[in-house]
Every structure is written in structure tokens, then in C-alpha cells.
């Protein structure tokens, strides 16, 4: 059993960056694919980054250059620094963790401003 808690969300204008953490409880963190999905309102939830167990990296096109996910799986703990924000990445950012089942955290908010 994993809980996932998020933290670091927040208003930012555009062009600025945030840093978001999720911290995993329970034991065996580095054996689960983690990622970070977001929702914006009136949209379905849509992955935003992930990383595997052995490290390789996946993210969508629309962040690619300007967000980086990271693992620490001493601290069990996943990162998702973001530079050069836009209003359209503007939503409910989620920590997502997987291995049998999915664990979901409760969401943290970025809002950017223009």
C-alpha cells in the first residue's frame, strides 16, 4: 500500500517556474513506475511526465524542454520542477504511482497567470 502527498503548487505568472514534490509512504518505492498527470477544468486528465523504475524518461510533447521529473528513491520521493510556465499549464497537477494497482495522490494546483 502506497500513500502519495503533493505539495508545491501554487500562482506563478507566466514565464515563471514552480517545483512540485510527491512524497510516497510504504516500503519498495524504487519498484514502482511513478509520473506526474494533470487536469485542467473541462479537460480529461493527461500524463505529464513519468519515470520508470530503471530511469528512463517520458513526457509529453507540450512540456518537453521546460519540465523535469526526478526520483529520489531514498527519500521516496518524485520531483517535477517547471520552467518557462505557460497559462495552458495551468490545472490540478497529480502524483501517480503504479505496480499491481494505481495509487493517486490528492492533487496540488498550479495556476499561471499571463
Known amino acids: 500500500q502506497v500513500q502519495l502527498v503533493e505539495s508545491g503548487g501554487g500562482l506563478v505568472q507566466a514565464g515563471g517556474s514552480l517545483r512540485l514534490s510527491c512524497a510516497a509512504s510504504?516500503?519498495?518505492?524504487?519498484?514502482?513506475?511513478v509520473a506526474w498527470h494533470r487536469q485542467a477544468p473541462g479537460k480529461q486528465r493527461e500524463l505529464v511526465a513519468a519515470?520508470?523504475?530503471?530511469?528512463?524518461?517520458n513526457y509529453a510533447d507540450s512540456v518537453k524542454g521546460r519540465f523535469t521529473i526526478s526520483r529520489d528513491n531514498s527519500k521516496n520521493t518524485v520531483n517535477l520542477q517547471m520552467i518557462s510556465l505557460k497559462p495552458e499549464d495551468t490545472a490540478v497537477y497529480y502524483c501517480?504511482?503504479?505496480?499491481?494497482?494505481?495509487?493517486w495522490g490528492q492533487g496540488t494546483q498550479v495556476t499561471v497567470s499571463s
Open positions: 519515470v520508470t523504475t530503471g530511469g528512463s524518461l
Open positions: 510504504g516500503s519498495g518505492f524504487s519498484t514502482y513506475f
Open positions: 501517480y504511482a503504479r505496480k499491481w494497482r494505481e495509487y
